[in-house]
């Protein structure tokens, strides 16, 4: 079984500020993992992934991540953020041998201010 | 445009009114899955189903149930609704896990709200 911790439930942060949200996992098989954008009232939509390969993933919005497999943690990371990255963001793993099962993390509110 | 449709958005309803959330995707994608969504939980998997007349339990299929007759609907069944029950849900879909040996990304619709008086 995998779960997943994101260990800020909520981050305020002001406009062109960079900003980190911390996320780990625990797996006892290797996973493939994600990062979900949820804006409000809306589902949720996909940031980035990492399947193999370059441990730094470029996602959209100038988003990118750092998978380090041996903190077991995907932190996500954005140098400048705009009022419209306001949000609540999800981590997410899945393991590779279970097809597209995604287990998340409990979400992390960001709060843009001007 | 490709998407995941769920209706309804928003529902308020009673304690054992059977209700049905439907979802209807238009990718011909194969996988489908029911997630609940409450505070500081994030979304949990209540069932999935891997193609036409295959479906099987998530984390917490309690109280609810599916049905895959067609590849495009996965509808959402709560036979007697409780109070618990109250969420946010999203369906989602992607393709075959067994599409490019790559995990494909999932897409979800944008929720329905229920509440459960």
């Known amino acids: 079984a995998q779960s997943v911790t994101q260990l800020d439930s909520q981050v305020p942060v002001f406009e062109e500020a960079p900003v980190e949200l911390r996320c780990n996992y625990s797996?006892?098989?290797?996973?493939?993992l994600f990062w979900y954008v949820q804006y409000p009232n809306q589902g949720l939509q996909l940031l980035l992934k990492y399947l193999s390969g370059s441990t730094l993933v470029k996602g959209i919005n100038g988003f990118e991540a750092e998978f380090n497999k041996s903190q077991t943690s995907f932190h996500l990371r954005k140098p400048s953020v705009h009022i419209s990255d306001t949000a609540e963001y999800f981590c997410?793993?899945?393991?590779?041998?279970?097809?597209?099962?995604?287990?998340f993390g409990g979400g992390t509110r960001v709060l843009v201010k001007p | 445009e490709a998407q995941v449709t769920q209706n309804p958005r928003y529902l308020i309803t009673v304690t054992g009114k059977k209700l049905t959330v439907t979802c209807s995707q238009n990718?011909?994608?194969?996988?489908m899955s029911w997630y609940r969504q409450d505070p500081g939980l994030g979304l949990r998997q209540i069932y999935y189903s891997m193609n036409v007349e295959v479906t099987d339990k998530g984390d917490v299929p309690e109280g609810y149930k599916v049905s895959r007759k067609e590849k495009r609907n996965f509808p959402l069944i709560l036979e007697s609704p409780s109070p618990n029950q109250t969420s946010l849900y999203f369906c989602?879909?992607?393709?075959?896990?067994?599409?490019?040996?790559?995990?494909?990304?999932?897409?979800f619709g944008d929720g329905t709200r229920l509440s459960i008086l």
């Open positions: 797996s006892s098989v290797s996973v493939y």
């Open positions: 990718m011909n994608h194969e996988y």
């Open positions: 997410a793993v899945s393991a590779k041998a279970a097809g597209n099962k995604l287990t």
């Open positions: 989602a879909s992607s393709l075959s896990q067994q599409s490019a040996g790559n995990n494909q990304p999932q897409h």
